[in-house]
């Protein structure tokens, strides 16, 4: 049986061009058995017709706060009450304004101040309302309630411009969906610390050194463990992500700053997952003033040092050592290099994967992993990290535990 049978499910649809994907979200949900009910805005009936909803859900669009057919009921409030998940997708700007300043001037907003279900929310706008400070800040404010923030993803936009703000594809909301509702505890009682990111090394005032690594794969694990029961530390390198809700996070810029943090977390953590892209040299000595450029007959030089091997060091503990998990990010012989760095690490568990595979890895919403451990390999087929995730810590949990 799917794990949305039955499930209560109002889906919100914001005015945006998103609008048409939530039909085939509708779709998806009632093939997993989901009753869902739709409510739209005054906006979202300017890009699609409530009758499409209402063909694909099998239940009546819900469109004014004040129907005078369902208010002869308490329509609104019953409706709030009747639900078990608030999706909100698309969320558009305008939304998320207004659940950030407890407005209830429409159907929508009224339903989720007046219900006590979770409520979750898929952004989609332009990337430069997405970045506004105003954006942020209400996005902030949400999270800080425990609204979950499903996205958005980076990518074209329809108004021809490239960056976050395209609302989650409906796979992976119905991911996201069925991950809220499946009962998983299986890391309840445990505390796990997570590293995330990159790390910036300085060079100068203006410049530093950094990579690739968006820090999606890490605070998926974080929201998968806290879904799990797990009391969870995210340690992030700088990233433009929201927290997942119910997680600890501490924010630094360098590797020595990460290794500090995960030092004092494993202290008191019975599982360390080292996801992040920590850089393997930092400069020799930072600048005080910004490099200038030497004339072009010159050739400059910077002088390196190694960065400390923070999840080497957790793993290499002779006392307070936790159950300790590696990733190698890998661009050739992705076993064999995984393998090699399992046993010189010393670590009990190590996830690798190709960089270089198209749609994968750095930057990506998707992800194609090998599970490597003292007894052998397992290789996940591919998809989205936040799924991937889910089966990740199952494995995490199930292998820590037996130990």
């Known amino acids: 049986m799917s794990s949305l049978a039955q499930k209560r499910i109002l889906l919100g649809i914001s005015g945006g061009i998103a609008a048409y994907k939530s039909a085939d979200l509708v779709r998806r949900l009632k093939e997993r058995d989901a009753d869902v009910r739709v409510v739209m805005t005054a906006g979202a009936r300017e890009f699609v017709q409530p009758l499409t909803y209402q063909a694909l859900s099998g239940n009546p669009v819900h469109t004014d706060l004040l129907d005078p057919a369902a208010e002869a009921a308490m329509g609104h409030i019953e409706l709030a009450k009747w639900a078990e998940l608030i999706l909100i997708a698309p969320a558009s700007a305008q939304v998320l304004a207004k659940l950030a300043c407890g407005m209830a001037d429409d159907l929508l907003t009224t339903l989720c101040l007046a219900s006590e279900a979770p409520l979750a929310v898929a952004p989609a706008m332009n990337q430069a309302m997405w970045r506004?400070?105003?954006?942020?800040?209400?996005?902030?404010?949400?999270?800080?309630?425990?609204v979950l923030f499903w996205g958005p993803a980076a990518g074209s936009q329809a108004c021809g411009d490239v960056g976050p703000g395209r609302m989650l594809e409906p796979d992976a909301l119905v991911a996201e969906v069925e991950s809220l509702f499946r009962p998983q505890r299986s890391l309840a009682g445990k505390k796990v610390t997570i590293t995330a990111g990159p790390t910036r090394e300085a060079l100068d005032?203006?410049?530093?050194?950094s990579n690739h690594s968006s820090g999606k794969m890490g605070f998926a694990l974080a929201t998968a463990a806290q879904r799990a029961g797990a009391e969870v530390t995210l340690i992030a390198g700088p990233v433009q992500l929201a927290t997942p809700p119910g997680v600890k996070r501490i924010d630094v810029t360098g590797a020595l700053d990460m290794r500090d943090a995960a030092e004092r977390a494993a202290d008191l953590c019975d599982i360390f997952i080292g996801a992040a892209a920590v850089a393997d040299f930092r400069p020799a000595e930072v600048?005080?003033?910004k490099i200038k450029k030497k004339d072009d007959s010159e050739r400059d030089s910077l002088a390196l040092v190694k960065n400390p091997d923070i999840v080497a060091g957790?793993?290499?503990r002779s006392q307070r050592r936790p159950f300790t998990v590696g990733f190698a990010a890998e661009t050739e012989k992705v076993v064999e290099h995984a393998q090699a760095k399992l046993a010189r690490k010393k670590l009990d568990l190590i996830i690798a994967n190709d960089v270089t595979a198209a749609d994968s890895g750095f930057n990506s919403d998707r992800n194609t992993v090998t599970v490597i451990d003292a007894n052998g390999s397992t290789s996940l087929p591919p998809a989205l990290k936040?799924?991937?995730a889910e089966q990740l810590i199952?494995?995490?949990?199930?292998?820590?535990?037996?130990?």
């Open 386 to 388: 936040t799924e991937l």
């Open 132 to 146: 506004n400070a105003a954006t942020a800040a209400n996005a902030k404010t949400l999270v800080e309630r425990g």
């Open 394 to 403: 199952n494995l995490i949990a199930e292998r820590a535990l037996t130990q």
């Open 205 to 209: 005032p203006v410049r530093y050194l």
């Open 287 to 289: 600048s005080a003033q």
């Open 314 to 316: 957790i793993a290499g």
